[in-house]
């Protein structure tokens, strides 16, 4: 089945930019849509965003102005740029991908990982 | 402040029934499909249920689903330890842009 992982720095500077990189494994990318979500330590799930393999992309309004995501078929792979971090962007970053039936729902996600905002 | 309201945290028995509601309106929930997820400690979240009331494969009937209105319910009955968890609702919301909201989530106690 369809496996999910994320990679990147666990540590970012602020008013640096972000950059995530989700592997899919066990199935292909392609004609999908794919998801980006975190999680504050000890908060709740915030939706990012999410791509599809056309590189069509929505994007929670409230990190529009800062988010970017865009997908290598030939690697399996999407990716998340943040811009302008600041330590409230600090959290576990999880992928997931996305189907899109009705509201739709993601399944399967990423084991996460943690992104810290520091100097 | 979530746009879907969740309670913060509800308790019950090994063995007992246990519902955690999620209000929204009519611009998420009111005309929308409702998804839950369960996040076990330490753990990345995992589907429960989609379209209000359809489980996935491998997860046992003591989960379900139910929407009425702009509300959506998930039940779990025959409480396990094992279910201690936070539970977390989440679809589409259309107010201004579309864009994914999740509940606040509820923190389940298995006492």
């Known amino acids: 089945q369809v496996q999910l992982q994320e990679s990147g720095p666990g540590l970012v500077k602020p008013s640096e930019t972000l950059s995530l990189t989700c592997t899919v494994s066990?199935?292909?990318?392609?004609?999908?849509?794919w998801s980006w979500i975190r999680q504050p330590a000890g908060k709740g799930l915030e939706w990012i965003g999410r791509?599809?393999?056309?590189?069509?992309?929505n994007y929670n309004p409230s990190l529009k102005s800062r988010v970017t995501m865009s997908v290598d078929t030939s690697k399996n792979q999407f990716s998340l740029k943040l811009s302008s971090v600041t330590a409230a962007d600090t959290a576990v970053y999880y992928c997931?991908?996305?189907?899109?039936?009705?509201?739709?729902?993601?399944?399967?996600w990423g084991q996460g990982t943690l992104v810290t905002v520091s100097s | 402040q979530s746009v879907l309201t969740q309670p913060p945290s509800v308790s019950a028995a090994p063995g007992q029934k246990v519902t955690i509601s999620c209000s929204g309106s009519?611009?998420?929930?009111?005309?929308?499909?409702v998804s839950w997820y369960q996040q076990l400690p330490g753990t990345a979240p995992k589907l429960l249920i989609y379209?209000?009331?359809k489980r996935p494969s491998g997860i046992p009937d003591r989960f379900s689903g139910s929407k009425s209105g702009t509300s959506a319910t998930l039940g779990i009955t025959g409480l396990q330890t094992g279910d201690e968890a936070d539970y977390y609702c989440?679809?589409?919301?259309?107010?201004?842009?579309?864009?994914?909201?999740f509940g606040g989530g509820t923190k389940l106690t298995v006492l």
């Open positions: 997931a991908k996305y189907t899109r039936i009705g509201a739709g729902w993601f399944d399967p």
């Open positions: 066990g199935g292909s990318i392609s004609s999908y849509y």
């Open positions: 791509i599809y393999t056309s590189g069509s992309t």
């Open positions: 009519s611009s998420n929930i009111g005309n929308n499909y």
């Open positions: 379209d209000n009331n």
């Open positions: 989440g679809t589409w919301d259309s107010s201004l842009s579309a864009f994914w909201v």
